[in-house]
């Protein structure tokens, strides 16, 4: 979808706040919602209209005392409440709507009580949009403490750029020593990044929501192939509560689900906004430094971030509710082949690419002495990575077919994961490996540059 706005909505610079008081930032995501009963009396007049609603972001004098408080907080006196079918109403209303449309109507629902989740990449756009609007907004970011040095900078120029204070979530000191004291300090390169993102982000992001009642975030349907497909352009978030508590507490607004990852990228250069230094280092997905890695053209953003996982499951928590309940159980897109049963058509179907069973490659794996040397595919046929990689894998056969390398494809989920994870040096979708002729040691390709050409490099290299 084509990004558009309207301009009569679009306010810029710091016109923007020229109605407003000059506000300091207010607490957010303290531990205890926001407690109204305590606002100033002069407050307490602004709240009679939604109107009065002050921007909290709106720049403190930058030399002021960076402790936020609350106190300066006016929200509007009433705030609808948005029940779940009403959400889904909305959602449906909204399919087709402009991320400029869907900004402008999250916070003219939601006043003071919404706010914009931040990373410090593309996301960049909702603030912008949100700028546009004319209307206040909140921006909060979540600080892991192992973010990108170009990334804290990138915080400080948006804070200028827009005038504002982004509303920093720190983890819990107890919970990050423990963590890093009983496991080191990349402790998710052995055991998954869950535990750490639970630690550094989920608990804060959570803390967060409970001062709110409906946040915006930059979710892209693009974005990754398993778990952000299905993202709507509103919801009630099917995981984190807001501050009534319960489920159904906290609306979640994607403003630029629709909308495909150049799109964002021609709005940022067409307003001009400042951009995350990293982007030009081939950074596309930005989050933490040692799970975040620049991708190769053509290659999908979400390779970027925990590429040592599986690409499925490539969420942080943040947005676990696109998860859907098969992939967390395991039990999702085929893994189930081990009793015949699968969605997915299979990959690499060729007489020149040998299927291996279990028995079969570990065979191949004990062969000290082969009569040839083989170039095996560690795959799953619902990983789109792999179904990526099918043209050229089968190329590549088609070229060494009779020239004393054979192929061959060994369908690594399911049951055969933990296998090819011990075994195998599985780590991600696609795994591809070199068995020479004199070792058993296979050898693991290194690039995630799948095209024909490279992969005949890397045999020739070898064979
Ligand atoms: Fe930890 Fe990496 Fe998650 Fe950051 S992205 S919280 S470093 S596991």
Redesign the pocket.
């Known amino acids: 979808m084509a990004l558009s706005f309207t301009s009569s909505s679009a306010v810029h610079g710091s016109s923007l706040y020229s109605s407003f008081e000059q506000p300091k930032a207010a607490l957010f995501g303290s531990s205890q919602p926001l407690d109204r009963l305590n606002l100033p009396s002069t407050a307490v007049k602004f709240s009679r209209r939604r109107c009065a609603v002050k921007p909290l972001n709106a720049e403190p004098k930058r030399k002021d005392s960076i402790v936020p408080s609350a106190a300066t907080t006016v929200a509007p006196e009433v705030v609808e409440k948005v029940e779940v079918e009403d959400c889904e109403k909305l959602g449906k209303e909204l399919e087709n709507a402009s991320p400029l449309e869907i900004m402008d109507k999250a916070l003219e629902r939601f006043g003071n009580d919404i706010a914009i989740a931040f990373s410090g990449a593309e996301d960049v756009a909702l603030i912008e949009y949100a700028r546009l609007t004319g209307r206040p907004f909140r921006v909060f970011s979540l600080d892991?403490?192992?973010?990108n040095p170009e990334t804290y900078k990138f915080f400080d120029e948006v804070e200028q750029h827009y005038g504002i204070r982004i509303e920093y979530m720190f983890?819990d000191a107890v919970e990050v020593q423990a963590l890093v004291r009983s496991k080191g300090l990349f402790?998710?390169y052995e055991d998954?990044?869950?535990?750490?993102?639970?630690?550094?982000?989920v608990r804060p992001l959570r803390r967060a929501l409970k001062g709110l009642r409906a946040w915006i975030t930059g979710q892209r349907k693009d974005q990754s192939p398993g778990t952000r497909s299905e993202v709507p352009a509103v919801q009630v978030d099917p995981v984190f509560e807001g501050m009534d508590g319960g489920v159904g507490s906290l609306v979640k607004w994607n403003p630029v689900a629709n909308v495909k990852g150049d799109d964002v990228w021609k709005f940022l250069r067409t307003m001009n906004v400042p951009v995350n230094s990293l982007h030009a280092k081939g950074y596309i997905s930005i989050?933490?430094?040692?799970?975040?890695r620049p991708v190769l053209p053509g290659q999908h953003e979400r390779e970027g971030?925990?590429w040592w996982e599986d690409s499925k499951a490539k969420e942080?928590?943040l947005h676990k509710g696109n998860i859907k309940e098969e992939t967390l159980n395991g039990s999702g897109n085929g893994a189930v082949h081990s009793n015949g049963s699968s969605t997915h058509a299979d990959l690499f179907v060729t007489e020149n690419v040998v299927n291996l069973s279990q028995p079969g490659i570990e065979n191949l794996q004990r062969l000290e002495n082969r009569r040839e040397p083989w170039v095996v595919v560690l795959y799953a046929p619902w990983c789109q990575f792999c179904q990526a990689m099918e043209g050229s894998y089968v190329e590549l056969a088609e070229k060494l077919a009779g020239s004393g390398v054979k192929v061959g494809k060994f369908r690594a989920d399911g049951e055969e994961k933990a296998f090819a994870q011990q075994e195998l040096q599985l780590g991600s979708f696609p795994t591809i490996l070199f068995f020479p002729k004199h070792s058993s040691h296979p050898i693991k390709y290194p690039s995630e540059k799948r095209d024909v050409d490279s992969l005949l490099a890397f045999v020739s290299a070898l064979r």
């Open positions: 892991t403490g192992r973010l983890p402790s998710f998954g990044h869950q535990e750490c993102c639970r630690v550094r982000k989050g933490c430094e040692p799970c975040t971030r925990w942080c928590g």
